[in-house]
């Protein structure tokens, strides 16, 4: 069956503390890998899409990398603006060529000042 | 440009009364979603829709639970005859065609049946 493991469920951070987010999945035929920032009340944001082992993706103080059994999500001397729950998901062949989406339970990270 | 909108953006029922929900995509997206999150848990898929092929309803947890597209444009989610465990945010999310992962979302529509 295919899955997505995130972990630690919630992290917190002092500002400048530099840290790293991981997602474990298992999944048959991988299509991508992709990081999403949620806030609170609001719709998960687009960060990142990994297509295969060895990718590393950055912007601004994240960057996310692929091995073919987990990605890392890394954030370098975060921010308070950096607190949010980050998503990760993956994208897996399914009959009929359909691409859904499926979710980890996300990480809840607090940078505080 | 204009992202996708849901609403209503809370809706409160009483448990046995049906609800609609609505999404509008991005304008030229093909691709439609429907999620559901609960609370403190990651997103749940439920039905995709892509351009006049038949949805793909496999998410979908009851005969309860159906949804509707016209053609590229809005969708309705609606759940019939609620109950208290279909309390939760319900996430929209278009993408630009089915070869393109990226999946750009709705703010929600938190629902709660008392």
């Known amino acids: 069956e295919d899955q997505v493991t995130q972990s630690p469920e919630a992290l917190r951070l002092q500002e400048g503390e530099s840290s790293s987010l991981n997602c474990s999945y298992t999944?048959?035929?991988?299509?991508?890998l992709f990081w999403y920032r949620q806030d609170p009340g609001k719709g998960p944001e687009f960060l990142f899409t990994?297509?295969?082992a060895g990718e590393e993706k950055e912007k601004e103080r994240l960057k996310a990398t692929l091995t073919k059994k987990e990605s890392f999500l890394h954030i370098t001397a975060p921010k308070p603006e950096d607190s949010a729950t980050y998503l990760c998901?993956?994208?897996?062949?399914?009959?009929?060529?359909?691409?859904?989406?499926?979710f980890g339970a996300g990480t809840r990270l607090a940078v505080h000042p | 440009g204009a992202g996708v909108s849901q609403s209503p953006s809370n809706k409160v029922t009483e448990k046995g009364k049906d609800v609609e929900l609505r999404c509008d995509p991005i304008?030229?997206?093909?691709?439609l979603y429907w999620y559901r999150q609960r609370l403190g848990q990651g997103l749940e898929f439920l039905i995709y829709?892509?351009?006049?092929?038949?949805?793909?309803k496999s998410g979908l947890p009851s005969d309860r639970f159906s949804a509707e597209r016209t053609g590229e444009s809005v969708s309705t989610l609606t759940i019939q005859r609620t109950q208290q465990e279909d309390s939760a945010v319900y996430l929209c999310?278009?993408?630009?065609?089915?070869?393109?992962?990226?999946?750009?979302f709705g703010p929600g529509t938190r629902l709660t049946v008392t």
């Open positions: 999310a278009s993408s630009p065609d089915r070869d393109n992962y990226e999946q750009y």
């Open positions: 999944v048959s035929g991988l299509r991508g």
């Open positions: 990994l297509y295969s």
């Open positions: 998901a993956v994208q897996a062949k399914v009959s009929g060529g359909y691409n859904k989406l499926i």
């Open positions: 304008s030229g997206h093909t691709a």
């Open positions: 829709f892509q351009g006049n092929s038949a949805p793909d």
